[in-house]
């Protein structure tokens, strides 16, 4: 497994990433108001989606079709501790992991 380096100290963030062979954008923003972090997914400029809340155990985009087949981004904090996502535990307990599952396994070098 592996985990999108966000860093929240530099937010906001764009990150050119390569999933399933096509080139997409993540644009992550953080909300100081209500202490949440949103994402952005665009490809060849287009927003597919804008200002995604990031949820604790809850795989991002699964709002709309995913363009993705194999691939899931899920907020996690792999002790279990933390309850919801803030700008506190982001980056130190809680990461952006990503799973490719293919004929129902988790693939490890995606």
Same mark, same amino acid.
């Given at each position: 497994m592996k985990f999108l380096p966000v860093n929240k +100290? !530099? /937010?906001p963030v764009n990150m050119s990433i390569v999933v399933e062979g096509k080139q997409y954008e993540l644009i992550f923003n953080y909300n100081s108001s209500y202490d949440f972090f949103t994402v952005t997914l665009t490809k060849d400029g287009v927003a597919l989606v804008v200002g995604e809340k990031m949820v604790l155990d809850r795989p991002l985009f699964e709002t *709309? /079709? =995913?363009p993705f087949k194999e691939t899931y981004f899920i907020p996690m904090d792999l002790s279990s501790q +933390? !309850? +919801? *996502? =803030?700008?506190e535990n982001f980056g130190d307990k /809680?990461?952006?992991w990503v799973f490719v599952i293919r004929?129902? !396994?988790v693939i490890e070098d995606e």
């Open positions: +100290e !530099q /937010i *709309i /079709i =995913s +933390e !309850q +919801e *996502i =803030s700008y /809680i990461f952006i004929d129902g !396994q």
